[in-house]
């Protein structure tokens, strides 16, 4: 099962607002239907309020996703919940892209706050 309590976060830096970009290209989940491996590539962006997420953590957090059946949709709307709760940011973006199987590739973008409109497209 997917475990938020792997997340760590430091202060952040800057009480002036800045953006923070991290991207994790060796995503793995399993597809609940097929048994499958499902590879993604997740794009985390936001705007920190008062801590910033601590990459190593992170890295494990989504390592902890690797065998666990579960939607491209779901996988996506989770992260970014259990990063809202753990961060509060000023918004956040998470953006998962799913390579293809079967000629059909997708992308999932779940937002929370106010994101720029500089950043909504992904």
Known sequence: MPDPSLLEYFDSPSDEPFLIE???????????KTGHPDFGTIT????????CVELKSLKLYCQSFR?????YEAV??????DL???????????VTDW???????SRIIATSGDVPECWRRG
Do not use: K
């Not at 985390?44 to 801590?51: D, L, Q």
């Open 22 to 32: 991290h991207v994790n290209e060796e995503f793995t989940s399993v597809c609940p």
């Open 44 to 51: 985390f962006r936001y705007e920190p309020a008062a801590v």
């Open 67 to 71: 065998n666990e059946g579960i939607f």
């Open 76 to 81: 996506t709307n989770r992260i970014r919940d």
């Open 84 to 94: 809202q709760q753990g961060m509060s940011p000023r918004w956040l973006q998470v």
């Open 99 to 105: 390579r293809g199987r079967g000629g059909i590739r």
